[in-house]
């Protein structure tokens, strides 16, 4: 009996062990796909509507931009610049570790590269003193951040041939008429797609030139969105509040 009962022990402790170890492997597999491949962001605020919309969920590709230090959990200071490092583009949409608080993290599209010129004058972008084409697409109804509201829809084209959407709500607000910013060495110029409402690198005090170091990856795809009709506890409104059309579209 006593025999019996050591082995049944026995079995249960090992059982347990394999429980945890599998647990465990499980995490670090997690860890590693997060740390070098992909890692997923949802969306909380309206700055980069018309392309990204509150409720959104999209991966980051880690290995776009190479490794830092916050390509890993909690950012660790393990090391200093980037492994593997490779400049972004003008017109990606990245996440970056926002460089006064690098625990919060940022999504922005990158307008400006080391040595560019950057400025605003009534709504329009001017990048090393040239002014960027718009396409006025019409009026757009901005939702999901605060009440609805009518704006315009326009495509803006940036040097090198790279488009994009973006909104405005008039061409005179705190943010449409800066100074210009010349974006120093090793540093980037990040602007929101909803050009009035982004909180971005047009304030320098919030925000600023964000150093290349401070790369966490590039947007790729929207694998979830939801529009936040449904609240937690109303599993019947679960499948009404999905918005079936972002599901897996790129992020551009």
């Known amino acids: 009996m006593a025999k019996s009962t050591t082995l049944t022990a026995k079995k249960k402790t090992g059982g347990w062990l394999e429980s945890v170890k599998t647990v465990v492997y499980a995490a670090l597999i997690a860890i590693g ?26 991966f980051v590709s880690k290995y776009s931009y190479g490794y830092s230090r916050h390509s890993m959990p909690f950012s660790p200071n393990l090391f200093q610049g980037r492994i593997f490092g490779a400049m972004p583009q003008r017109g990606d949409v990245a ?9 919060q993290d940022y999504i922005k599209r990158i307008i400006g590269l080391p040595g560019d010129i950057i400025q605003v004058r009534r709504g329009i972008l001017h990048v090393n003193g040239q002014p960027v084409r718009l396409e ?18 326009l495509r803006e084209f940036l040097p090198g041939g790279r488009s994009h959407l973006i909104i405005e709500q008039s061409n005179d607000g705190p943010l449409d008429n800066t100074p210009e910013f010349r974006v120093p060495d090793g ?5 929101g797609d909803n050009r009035d409402n982004s909180l971005d690198s047009r304030v ?49």
């Open 95 to 103: 996440v970056f570790k926002l460089p006064r608080d690098t625990s």
């Open 136 to 153: 006025n697409l019409g009026p757009f109804v901005a939702e999901g951040d605060g009440p609805r509201m009518t704006v315009q829809l």
């Open 187 to 191: 540093h980037f110029f990040a602007m």
């Open 204 to 252: 320098p005090s919030a925000v600023g030139y964000v150093p290349i170091e401070n790369l966490v990856g590039r947007a790729e795809f929207i694998f979830f969105s939801v529009d936040g009709s449904a609240r937690w506890w109303e599993v019947w409104a679960w499948p009404f509040a999905i918005r079936y059309s972002r599901l897996f579209s790129a992020v551009r």
């Open 33 to 58: 796909i997060r740390t070098v491949a992909f890692e997923p962001f949802n969306i909380p605020s309206g700055s980069m509507i018309p392309t990204l919309l509150v409720g959104d969920y999209l």
